[in-house]
């Protein structure tokens, strides 16, 4: 049994529904992105969790405990805020031992655990400064430790890093993700931001009006997209709108704008009018034989990478080539254009087969 | 016209806050000046005010038991009402700031609503309801819970209450102000840590208002000190406090000076009392919020 298990949840509110019947299992010790664009219910659904938002239906069992109604301050649920939401009016120290206090530990231990909590996130020695006395990045590490503190066998954090530059976000990615490890946490993560999910989950589960669109590893996330929100939301992607022609025994052979692809389909069934897609990354300028030609419209170049969009019979099409050190053809140039049959993907528009083919 | 890029900004400034500027020195500054310098002229029976320079004035109020009393019950009356009006103002703006939308604005335009009224008319309103004869001791008699009316009018308690009724608005706004600021998860962060409800409002919203509750008790302590038709309408002639005192001067014996060193006294005892606060306040909270 998992050990967090939202059954059949649902929220509605009077003019909208937030969240309709979300299924979601996590492991202990798992670390889970709930990923998606403002919206689209994750906070909602983490919120729930917390138990600051009644679901209107369905269930949430911890630990095999149904706490679907249990009030939040019964849970023993940590959890991070997007604003921090530290106590202005306490020190540092005070923040971080404000759960223990609510457990009555006793102040020596307390001591020692607060010690211990600010020192995992290495802001040791500043216990005595208040809130306002620290830059956004060490209010951060403090809300970190004051929900780690009291030991909570579940971790929410909600977008937790929405307010830090790209730099420090960045290494506290790492970070988080190595606190997690070690303190073996079982952590939800509510997020918009998709490098962040993919660096420090063990799975993402995309979500979209209210639904869960595709839940797997990242890997899986990002290369077999489930749904076509899944595949737009999740990195840059070439989308094309084409028609089934043939369903061979490995794949499918689809008609774009004229142009056979060869898409392998992965036992799913495929039919009628789909969408095939190839990431940026996976197109690349061919030397000899080109499996299409055409003119580069835009080069941009973004450091590691050159970006172009080129004008083919199948559409616009972006390419991410890798700077190698020779500047790629310029603006205006013919190109001719390659990529392997295996990193083409392919869905039905209409988007049905959610959840259908992940490892 | 000053454009904004513009270094020398020019007669602007100057012409739009002339007319403010005027009606200031006009109507506040030099009336001030006027009192502080009548407070030390010399004032006789038989020749009235002479323009010789005295501080017998001042020497009276600080050494006549009359005066001090008069002072003392003032400060009272104002630490009274204050006390009240945290008591009162503070809980009922909790409760507003939960309510839900079209409530939410009704009440506080009920709240507001002393304000809008004429001092005159709210006193004698007073007068009705707390007078020997009035509504309360009325219904009280009949009620069979006292025999005897409840004295209220021309006693401290009746100056206290209608002075509260009047003055608690200032206190719901300050802290409605601080209320607003406050950043809801906070209060989410304390539940999620383990504080119930009450133990979270007392341990991290109570906090987190007092800058409000402290603005809004200097406000009341102030306006309640100086202030004059309530006591004089509610307390009476007994019942002096020191904006009643200063005006008797005038009017009554007509002694100008002893009457401005009154209100000199007053002002400079309730700008100490005030500054004294915000700065123990400042200091205090300096290092907590913005």
């Known amino acids: 049994m998992a050990f967090l298990t939202l059954q059949g949840i649902s929220k509605r509110y009077s003019d909208f529904t937030a969240i309709e019947h979300v299924d979601l299992s996590v492991e202990r010790g798992e670390f889970l992105s709930l990923l998606g664009p403002s919206g689209c219910g994750k906070t909602t659904t983490l919120q729930m969790v917390a138990g600051f938002v009644t679901p209107t239906s369905g269930r949430i069992l911890l630990d095999g405990r149904d706490i679907t109604n249990e009030r939040p301050e019964k849970r023993g649920i940590g959890v991070v805020f997007q604003s921090y939401a530290l106590f202005p009016h306490m020190t540092v120290a005070g923040n971080v031992g404000f759960g223990l206090e609510m457990r009555k530990v006793k102040r020596r231990e307390r001591e020692e655990r607060i010690e211990e909590a600010l020192a995992l996130v290495r802001l040791k020695g500043l216990g005595h400064r208040y809130p306002k006395e620290l830059s956004g990045g060490q209010r951060q590490r403090v809300a970190i430790a004051r929900a780690i503190a009291m030991q909570p066998e579940l971790l929410l954090l909600d977008e937790p890093m929405s307010n830090l530059d790209a730099k420090l976000r960045e290494e506290m990615h790492i970070e988080l993700r190595a606190i997690q490890k070690r303190l073996g946490i079982t952590t939800i993560l509510v997020t918009h931001d998709q490098v962040e999910a993919m660096t420090m989950s063990d799975r993402i589960a995309v979500m979209h009006g209210g639904k869960i669109a595709q839940l797997s590893t990242p890997y899986d996330a990002y290369e077999r997209p489930a749904t076509p929100f899944a595949s737009t939301f999740l990195g840059r992607t070439n989308a094309f709108a084409g028609e089934v022609l043939q369903r061979n025994p490995r794949c499918a052979v689809v008609n774009v704008a004229g142009t056979e692809l060869h898409v392998p389909h992965e036992g799913r069934h495929v039919d009628g009018a789909v969408n095939v897609y190839i990431r940026p990354e996976k197109v690349h300028l061919a030397n000899g034989d080109a499996r299409i030609r055409g003119r580069i419209a835009t080069r941009v170049f973004i450091g590691n990478q050159w970006l172009l969009e080129v004008e083919t019979a199948l559409g616009k099409l972006r390419i991410a080539q890798p700077n190698h050190g020779a500047p790629p053809p310029q603006e205006g140039d013919e190109v001719g254009l390659d990529w392997t049959d295996d990193d083409l993907r392919v869905l039905t528009q209409d988007g049905k087969e959610t959840l259908h083919g992940h490892a | ?290």
């Not at chain 2, 306006?223 to 008797?248: E, H, N, Q, W």
């Open chain 2, 1 to 290: 016209m000053a454009t904004l890029d513009d270094a020398r900004p020019g007669a602007a400034p100057w012409l739009l806050s002339g007319p403010a500027l005027l009606l200031f020195t006009g109507l506040l500054l030099v009336p001030l000046i006027l009192t502080l310098v009548l407070s030390f002229r010399v004032f006789s029976d038989t020749a009235g005010i002479t323009s010789a320079f005295t501080l017998s004035n001042y020497w009276e109020v600080v050494s006549d038991p009359y005066y001090g009393t008069i002072f003392l019950r003032t400060a009272g009356l104002a630490t009274g009402v204050t006390l009240l009006s945290i008591v009162l103002g503070v809980p009922e703006t909790i409760i507003l700031a939960r309510m839900k939308k079209p409530w939410q604005s009704l009440c506080l335009l009920i709240v507001l609503g002393p304000l809008l009224i004429s001092v005159v008319v709210r006193t004698l309103g007073w007068q009705i309801l707390l007078g020997n004869n009035g509504v309360l001791n009325n219904v009280l008699q009949a009620l069979h819970i006292t025999e005897e009316p409840i004295r209220l009018v021309f006693t401290m308690t009746g100056m206290i209450i209608a002075l509260t009724h009047v003055l608690v608005p200032f206190m719901v706004m300050s802290v409605w102000a601080n209320m607003q600021k406050l950043d809801p998860q906070v209060e989410w962060a304390g539940r999620s840590l383990g504080g119930s409800p009450l133990k979270v409002f007392r341990r991290v919203v109570l906090p987190q208002i007092m800058p409000g509750v402290l603005s809004g008790s200097i406000i009341v302590f102030a306006l309640s000190a100086s202030a004059f038709a309530t006591p004089a309408l509610i307390g009476g002639r007994r019942l002096k406090v020191v904006a009643t005192a200063a005006y008797d001067e005038f009017l009554g014996t007509l002694n100008w000076p002893l009457g401005a060193s009154i209100a000199v006294l007053l002002l400079i005892a309730n700008v100490a009392i005030v500054m004294g606060c915000s700065r123990l306040a400042e200091r205090r909270f300096k290092h907590i919020f913005d």
